[in-house]
């Protein structure tokens, strides 16, 4: 449990101890109850790093996990640097989680997502563990009166190699707790490492097999009602009367209110609705089946998601499209007019829900002047937001029960559902847990947007690639998100222009004019796993093979040729070619294609090889080699890979979701499929460790390029090109 409801006194002295250890490194924070026994000096050498004399070692890891492997990758890297096992600690999340050391490097807000946990936080968790490991060893050679180098740390104890003597950590707490922290923490070398790199199993695998794992919909209060909420069947419709007379006759329904929209100015914020409040779900739920709501249906009645494709490609074409240019190099547009040969094509992509497998779900309690959460709080900064904009509490009487999450996609990252379980938690003065049925996960908007995406290229006479314009509409990812947004000077949105920013395009011709245009419906769009890679990749990948075909050269030689300096991604694109057997005879009706791109600082090549049975056209196998430099946890890294192959192949074949008049016309997975096992072809994972000093994001990173592959291998098996997802497999 993460505490923050913490006395003056205790934030004084915590500021008095960070001004007393300002050697770089974080500084601890241990608030009442958090561990120590009265009276014990504690080591808290930094803000992940807790030994008591009793030998417990807390280690501190101030990210989400919703079943990636965070927390036991981030885990086992303090561990390693402290010399313990993992079995010797107990991992916890942050007593203050507000605290500056815990923000988001990039986003300076307590989050957790865009694949950046492993690689942002790795060197300043190695120092952590390492300054506490130093302390500890210079703690036991003082006590022996021995120089510091005859010492070392192992296993949680101190050794004193010439006489075998020694002392476990907690022995050494108080005197290590009196020393300053080293200025400069002494890293461990790659060759040493026992744990980093080399550990195979989580930590929290034993308790999902056996059941014991809890989750937010596993949570009980006191006095806990449960809730679920009727929304509008129209985006953005309003509540006109209620009818709440047969839901309160249901047994067990104590409540019937109105849920108000998010205060103005709310980014990020709740559809308007009526929540049913009763004393257990099927109550709730049978309630919300008798309540009878009329609805004004707005502005959106009339909108048809089957329209963007035709509305995007209008918008590009006005005099109002906002441009912002994300690469910009030599002469594109007289290129495209003097190429020998010039292609054109674009590419859309429909809405999609993040649908992760524990929906919406969160417990909210006011009591005596502290509010708590419990549930997967990806975002604690967003609790903290409801927990201020709603109930008017401040972050010193807020209190965070951090608890795994059952996946999440983007999904967790939204704040609508925080908003409307703190709401109902003041109103009725007693906890509350708002559940989200399949159903309400699937129609709470805020999904993956639609886009749509223009490319243009052009070859010389040798069917080089001379040329390439592209033109990427969608609307900004931030824009229910982040105040202010729209007056950043440089109006760039990082999370739409993924993939085809100067830092991770991979194609250089001599002539580039790559650029975003904003398209703003007003349907609430958020979060997602990989968000705009996906859209992205497969336009680029897609067009590049494109291209490849109309130049007369093999798609593998023509990506190489448009590449230049960058040797790592040469390299899985060649590993993964050589492993699906690129270039060599294939049986009849089978056929392959590739796709590449660069995500997180890791390079990943994806090849798809399709085959054509009797009438049905299938995909028979997924050759992935991915580099993310050092795998820190190498199992969890072939889980995500493997998971986000799965996920790229829904795009693929399924994930589609439609609006017509303003209504989601999907419920469930009935109407909306995702991938199962019995859909899944032969997935072959290499991990290609290109840079063991340093780990690079994994979590997003191989679903982008799936959807691409399959496409370039349907076109090599049936000559049908397929630019629009999910994509058509007759033959």
């Known amino acids: 449990m993460t505490t923050m409801n913490t006395s003056a006194a205790s934030r004084r002295a915590f500021l008095k101890s960070a001004a ?172 040493d490492f026992r744990l980093i790199g080399k550990l195979g199993r989580k930590l929290d695998a034993r308790a999902k097999v056996t059941g014991r794992q809890v989750y937010g919909i596993d949570v009980q209060r006191p006095g806990m009602l449960v809730a679920l909420i009727m929304r509008s069947p129209v985006v953005g419709g309003r509540v006109r009367r209620i009818d709440a007379q047969k839901a309160l006759a249901v047994k067990g329904v104590r409540q019937v209110v109105k849920v108000p929209a998010a205060p103005a100015g709310l980014l990020g914020g709740n559809q308007e609705g009526v929540a049913v409040l009763a004393d257990s779900y099927w109550a709730a739920k049978q309630g919300r089946d008798a309540l ?60 999609k829900v993040p649908n992760p497998l524990e929906p919406q779900c969160v417990v909210v309690e006011i009591k005596d002047g502290t509010i708590s959460y419990w549930g997967g709080l990806q975002v604690p900064s967003n609790v903290q ?26 999904a967790r990252e939204s704040r609508h559902w925080l908003l409307e379980a703190t709401y109902l938690a003041k109103l009725t003065g007693r906890p509350v847990k708002l559940m989200y049925s399949r159903e309400d996960e699937m129609r709470a908007l805020f999904y993956h947007a639609a886009s749509y995406t223009r490319v243009a290229g052009a070859l010389d006479a040798q069917g080089n690639l001379t040329a390439l314009q592209l033109r990427a509409v ?45 398209h703003e419906t007003g349907v609430p769009t958020g979060w997602y796993r990989a968000v705009s890679f996906i859209p992205n990749v497969f336009a680029v990948e897609s067009f590049m ?14 990506r190489k040729a448009a590449m230049k300096g960058r040797p790592r991604h040469v390299a899985v694109l060649e590993q993964a070619a050589r492993q699906a057997g690129w270039g060599e005879p294939r049986a009849p009706g089978r056929a392959l294609g590739i796709s590449t791109n660069q995500a997180y600082n890791s390079y990943i090549a994806i090849v798809a090889e399709v085959e054509q049975v009797g009438a049905e056209v299938r995909i028979r196998r997924i050759t992935c080699v991915a580099d993310c430099g050092l795998a820190v946890h190498p199992g969890s890294v072939q889980e995500q890979l493997y998971g986000g192959i799965m996920w790229g192949l829904g795009h693929a074949l399924y994930d589609k979701l439609d609006i017509e008049k303003g209504r989601v016309l999907q419920s469930n997975f009935h109407d909306y499929p995702v991938m199962r096992m019995s859909d899944m072809p032969q997935i072959d994972i290499t991990v290609v460790q290109g840079d063991v000093n340093k780990p690079s994001g994994v979590g997003e990173l191989s679903n982008p390029g799936v959807a691409p592959a399959v496409a370039n291998a349907l076109f090599a098996l049936t000559g049908k090109r397929q630019r629009s997802t999910p994509f058509n497999f007759t033959a």
């Not at 302390?135 to 296993?155: H, I, Y």
């Not at 959106?300 to 441009?323: C, E, G, V």
């Not at 739409?496 to 580039?512: C, G, L």
């Open 474 to 518: 969608a609307p900004a990812s931030p824009e229910e998100w982040e105040p202010g947004y729209d007056e950043r000077k440089d109006k760039m949105d990082y999370s739409t222009t993924e993939a085809i920013s100067m830092w991770d395009f991979a194609y250089q011709p001599e002539h580039v004019d790559v650029g975003w245009v904003r």
């Open 545 to 558: 093979d494109e291209m490849a075909h109309a130049a007369g050269r093999d798609a593998l030689a023509f």
């Open 20 to 191: 007393a250890l300002g050697a770089g490194l974080a500084v601890g924070f241990i608030a009442p109850g958090a561990g120590a026994q009265p009276g014990a000096a504690a080591l808290r050498p930094n803000a992940f790093v807790r030994v008591f004399p009793d030998n417990s070692i807390k280690l501190v890891v101030h990210k989400h996990d919703s079943g990636t492997g965070t927390r036991t990758a981030l885990g086992l890297t303090l561990a390693e640097e402290l010399e313990v096992e993992l079995e010797q600690v107990e991992i916890i999340t942050p007593e203050h989680p507000f605290f500056k050391d815990y923000m988001h490097p990039q986003w300076h807000v307590f989050s957790t997502g865009g694949s950046t946990s492993v690689m942002l936080e790795y060197e300043t968790l190695r120092k952590a563990g390492a300054s506490a490991r130093m302390m500890l060893v210079q703690a036991g050679a003082a006590r022996w009166r021995v120089p510091v180098a005859e010492c070392r740390a192992q296993a949680g104890k101190v050794l004193h190699a010439p006489t075998g003597r020694q002392f476990s950590y907690g022995e050494l707490a108080s005197d290590a707790a009196a020393l300053p922290a080293p200025a400069v923490p002494l890293l461990k070398e790659h060759k």
């Open 292 to 351: 009878k709501v009329q609805w004004d249906d707005g502005k959106f009645a009339r909108f048809d998601s089957k329209d963007m494709p035709a509305i995007q490609r209008a918008f590009l074409a006005s005099a109002d499209a906002p441009l912002v240019r994300t690469i910009s190099k030599g002469d594109a547009a007289q290129a495209l007019k003097s190429g020998a040969r010039v292609l054109s094509s674009e590419y859309t992509m429909p809405y």
């Open 385 to 410: 937001l409801a927990a201020k904009e709603v109930a008017g509490i401040e972050a010193d009487r807020l209190v965070l029960n951090e608890l795994t999450g059952g996946g999440s996609f983007g």
